[in-house]
Nanobody
């Protein structure tokens, strides 16, 4: 089982992107209980949590993205998303999705987001 992010790219300030994180090879009984955060890492900075969705749908967002980002998940197709609106240059970085529960954790390889005019 693995996570493979996609959807990154170059976007102008004020633009939008949707990142996708499908759980490849997961069965529902493994995927559904997972808590799933998105994190990002900008050059020269530490990785930071951007948003998290729990296995019961509760969400939590970093202050810097509240009101601009949402983190839906679709257990039926074993996917989690990060919808990003009103992007700023400070949102640039490599974005990683993660899935974990008490005994297992999985990481994707990251997808790069560049916000520039």
């Amino acid at each position: 089982a693995r996570l493979v992010e996609s959807g990154g790219g170059l976007v102008q300030p004020g633009g939008s992107l949707r990142l996708s994180c499908p759980g490849s090879g997961f069965i529902s009984s493994v995927f559904n209980p997972m808590h799933m955060p998105w994190s990002r890492q900008a050059p020269g900075k530490e990785r930071e949590m951007v948003a998290t969705i729990s296995n019961n749908g509760n969400t939590n967002y970093a202050d810097s993205v509240k009101g601009r980002f949402t983190i839906p998940r679709d257990n039926a197709v074993k996917k989690m998303y990060l919808r990003m609106n009103s992007l700023t240059v400070e949102d640039s970085g490599v974005y990683y999705c993660n899935a974990y529960e008490s005994q297992n954790a999985y990481w994707g390889q990251g997808t790069q987001v560049i916000v520039a005019s």
